[in-house]
C-alpha cells in the first residue's frame, strides 16, 4: 500500500517523482493506481463484504437474539458434533499425514509417485463423490451394507460416515504440507542422530519433529478449518437428523432454508470467526517458519 | 581399531558404486579415500559407517564382523559433508546429543555431560560460540561442531564425508592441517573421504585412490605421487605429460630421431608414456634428447617456470617446468629435454 500512496501524494511534485523513478518502475503512475484499485475493490467485493455481511446479519437483531441462536439446543448438539468429528478427523489425519510424508520423504520404495498423486485424491474429487463413495460402501444398498445391518453397525447417516468423510476429504492438509519441507531438509540430520546412537522413535522426537512443527501445525490447522467446515461430502452421509447428526454448516443451511436469518447467520459467524483465528496464526506461523530457515 | 573392508560390492539401479573393494585400515590411522565424483568412495565410507548396506562383501571391526550391526551400535563418529548439525539446537545440545541419547546405566549426569561437552567444544576452540544456533556459524564453525559431536560418542572410528568441500579455500587449509594436529593428539582410526588430492596428500599416513568403484592404488602419499601403480592414478594425481608411443621390443621410441627408452615392463603395443613435468632435465641439444621449443617464460615469486612445446613422435605436447638457475631461455630457443623418471602404462591416450 505504501508504494500506491506515496506518488499519489503530492500532484505537483509527481513528474518531479517520475522522473527520478523511471528506471527503477517502468509502469506509469495511472497504470499502478489503477491495477492496485482493481485487485482492492475485487478483495473488497468478493471477500470482505461477505464476510462482514455474516457478521451484520448475526448482529441484526442485537446481541441476546444472537446469543439465543447458539444457545439453542439443536445449534449445540451441531456445535459439539462438529467439534467432535473435527476432533476425530484433525487427531487421525495428523498420525497418518506424517506417517504417509515420513515414508514418502525419507525413503525409497516401488510406487511412490503413485502415492503422492493418491494424497492428492481428495482435493481433486468433488466433495458430494466423496461422500456418495461411503454410502455405496456402507449404504442400506452398499457393498457392505447388508454384513453392517445383520451386525447393527450405524456407519451411513450417524456419526461414523461423517467422521469417515470428512477424513477423506481433509486428508491431504497434513501431508501435502510436510512432503515439500520434509523433502528439503533431506534425510542427513536424521542419519547424524542415528550414527549418535539415537534409536528411531528417539530420532524422530528429537530431530524430526522439531523441524518440522510449524509445518505440521500449519497443516493441522488447514486440516480443522477445512474439517468443521465440509459441507459437501457430509450433507451426502449424514441424513439431516435434527440435533443427532447434523453439523454447524448443514445446520446453518436447515435454518436458513426455514428463514431463520439471524440464527443461521448467528452460527455462521462461529464459522466465519474460525476462519479468521485460522488466516491469524498461519500468518503468525509462516512469520515463525522464515525466521527458522533464515 | 583396525577396519577390514572385504569384497564390498554395491550396485544401485544400473550403476556400479562399488565393484568388488577390499581394503585394511590399521589402528590409529588416518587414511584418505580419494577419488573424482562417482568413484565409490562415499559409498564405501557410508557401508563402513552402516549406513548404506552393500550387495556382497563384509565390513570387520578389529575382527568381528559388523554386517549384523546398524549404524546406532557401531560406535562410528560420522562427519558429514554438509554437516547435518541439528539446526533447532545450540551448538552446546549438538555436541550433547550422543551423549543425552544414552540409556541405562551409560548415561551421564547432567554436570557430566556439561563438563564433556566443554572439554570438547574447547579442543575445538569453539567453547565461546556454545549457545549460539548452527545458522549463526561460519562454515568452518560448523565443521568444528560436527567434528566434536562425533568425537563426543566415543567413537572408535571417525569417519569424515568430504570435511572441508564447503569452505573456501583458505581456511580449509587451516582446517585440514588442524586436523592433522588433532588426530595426532587423540590417534582415533580415522577414514576421510574428499576429491581434492592436496588435501589427502597433506593430510593422510595412507591414501586410497579410487576410481570407477574400484581401487587403483593404496599407498603413503609418497608412493601415491612417485610411484603411481596405474595410468588412472597418474593422470589423477598431480601434473602428466602424456605422449602416446608404441612398445616394441621391450622399448619405446619418443622421437623421430631414434630417442629410445626402457618400457619398464609394459606389454608389447600401443601405450602411452607419462612423466610429471618437473621430471625432464634441461639437456642440450641433440639427437638422444626430445626436442622442445620455448613458448614462454613466466615468473612466479621466486620460481621462474618455462613452457615448452615438445615434437613427440605422434604431434606436439606441452610441459610446464621450472628451470635452474644461470639458464636464460628466450621464446621461440630450441632446447633439450631428457626425463629423468617416467612411466608407460598399456593404456591409450585419454584426453588432455
Keep these: ?294 | 581399531m583396525n577396519i577390514e573392508v572385504k569384497n564390498i560390492t554395491k550396485q544401485f539401479g544400473a550403476f556400479a558404486a562399488l565393484k568388488d573393494v577390499s581394503l585394511g585400515i590399521k589402528s590409529g590411522e588416518l587414511m584418505a579415500l580419494l577419488g573424482p565424483s562417482g568413484s565409490g568412495k562415499t559409498t564405501l565410507l557410508r557401508i563402513i559407517a552402516g549406513l548404506e548396506w552393500p550387495d556382497a562383501g563384509q565390513v570387520f571391526f578389529n575382527g568381528v564382523d559388523v554386517m549384523s550391526m546398524t549404524v546406532r551400535s557401531r560406535n562410528v563418529g560420522f562427519v558429514f559433508q554438509h554437516y547435518a548439525l541439528f539446526r533447532h539446537m545450540t551448538v552446546f545440545e549438538n555436541v550433547a546429543f550422543g551423549l543425552r541419547v544414552r540409556k541405562g546405566p551409560d548415561r551421564a549426569s547432567e554436570a557430566q555431560i556439561k563438563e564433556r561437552v566443554m572439554k570438547l567444544l574447547n579442543l575445538v576452540h569453539i567453547g565461546w560460540l556454545a549457545d549460539r544456533y548452527p545458522s549463526q556459524l561460519s562454515g568452518g564453525q560448523r565443521q568444528r561442531v560436527a567434528l566434536a559431536r562425533a568425537l563426543a560418542i566415543e567413537p572408535s572410528v571417525l569417519l569424515l564425508d568430504e570435511p572441508f568441500g564447503a569452505l573456501d579455500s583458505k581456511v580449509r587449509k587451516d582446517l585440514r592441517r588442524w586436523l592433522r594436529r588433532l588426530h595426532d593428539e587423540l590417534h582415533v582410526t580415522s577414514i576421510l573421504v574428499t576429491h581434492d588430492q592436496e588435501e589427502a596428500l597433506e593430510v593422510a599416513d595412507r591414501v586410497v585412490v579410487m576410481g570407477d568403484g574400484r581401487i587403483e592404488q593404496v599407498g603413503t602419499p609418497a608412493e601415491i605421487y612417485d610411484d603411481p601403480a596405474t595410468a588412472f592414478v597418474h593422470e589423477f594425481i598431480g601434473e602428466s605429460v602424456m605422449l602416446p608411443v608404441k612398445v616394441e621390443g621391450g622399448a619405446v621410441e619418443l622421437n623421430s630421431h631414434g630417442l629410445k627408452l626402457d618400457a619398464r615392463g609394459a606389454p608389447e603395443g600401443p601405450a602411452t608414456f607419462y612423466a610429471r613435468p618437473d621430471d625432464f632435465r634441461i639437456a642440450e641439444l641433440h639427437a638422444q634428447h626430445l626436442r622442445g621449443r620455448v613458448t614462454g617464460v613466466r615468473r612466479f615469486g621466486a620460481t621462474r617456470r618455462l613452457d615448452v612445446e615438445i615434437d613427440g613422435k605422434n604431434g606436439p605436447a606441452h610441459i610446464e617446468t621450472s628451470f635452474p638457475a644461470g639458464f636464460d631461455p628466450r621464446v621461440g630457443d630450441e632446447i633439450g629435454l631428457y626425463p629423468e623418471r617416467y612411466r608407460v602404462f598399456a593404456k591409450p591416450e585419454t584426453g588432455s
Excluded at chain 1, 489503477?34 to 468478493?46: C, E, M
Excluded at chain 1, 525419507?106 to 463423490?129: A, H, N, Q
Excluded at chain 1, 452398499?142 to 447417516?157: H, P, Q, S, V
Excluded at chain 1, 432454508?257 to 485460522?278: D, G, H, K, P, R
Design chain 1, 1 to 294: 500500500m505504501a508504494d500506491v500512496t506515496a506518488p499519489m501524494a503530492l500532484p505537483a511534485q509527481r513528474g518531479h517523482i517520475e522522473s527520478r523513478r523511471a528506471s527503477v518502475r517502468t509502469e506509469p503512475a495511472a497504470v499502478r493506481i489503477i491495477i492496485t484499485l482493481i485487485a482492492v475493490s475485487y478483495l473488497v467485493l468478493f471477500i470482505v463484504l461477505p464476510l462482514v455481511t455474516v457478521f451484520i446479519q448475526a448482529f441484526l437483531k442485537g446481541v441476546p437474539a444472537y446469543l439465543n441462536a447458539l444457545n439453542e439446543p439443536d445449534a449445540k448438539a451441531a456445535i459439539r458434533l462438529t467439534l467432535l468429528i473435527a476432533a476425530v478427523s484433525v487427531s487421525v489425519n495428523l498420525v497418518f499425514g506424517v506417517i504417509a510424508a515420513w515414508a514418502i520423504t525419507k525413503f525409497e520404495f516401488p510406487g511412490k509417485t503413485f502415492l503422492i498423486t493418491l494424497i492428492d485424491l481428495p482435493f481433486s474429487v468433488s466433495p458430494v463423490v466423496s461422500g456418495l463413495v461411503f454410502v455405496l460402501l456402507f449404504g442400506a444398498q452398499g457393498l457392505f451394507g447388508a454384513w453392517l445391518i445383520e451386525n447393527d453397525w450405524k456407519i451411513i447417516f450417524a456419526v461414523p460416515g461423517i467422521v469417515l468423510a470428512t477424513i477423506f476429504v481433509t486428508f491431504p492438509f497434513v501431508a501435502r504440507e510436510l512432503i515439500p519441507l520434509m523433502q528439503e531438509q533431506g534425510t542427513s540430520e536424521e542419519e547424524a542422530a542415528v550414527s549418535l546412537g539415537a534409536s528411531g522413535l528417539s530420532t524422530f522426537m528429537r530431530v524430526t519433529l522439531p523441524n518440522i512443527k510449524w509445518g505440521l501445525i500449519y497443516g493441522v490447522l488447514l486440516c480443522n478449518a477445512r474439517a468443521m467446515g465440509e459441507f459437501g461430502a457430509v450433507s451426502v452421509v449424514s441424513g439431516h437428523i435434527r440435533g443427532e447428526t447434523n453439523t454447524m454448516p448443514l445446520h446453518i443451511e436447515v435454518l436458513y432454508n426455514e428463514y431463520q436469518f439471524v440464527a443461521a447467520f448467528a452460527v455462521a459467524s462461529l464459522l466465519a470467526f474460525l476462519a479468521i483465528v485460522t488466516l491469524i496464526v498461519k500468518t503468525v506461523v509462516e512469520a515463525r517458519m522464515a525466521k527458522e530457515t533464515e
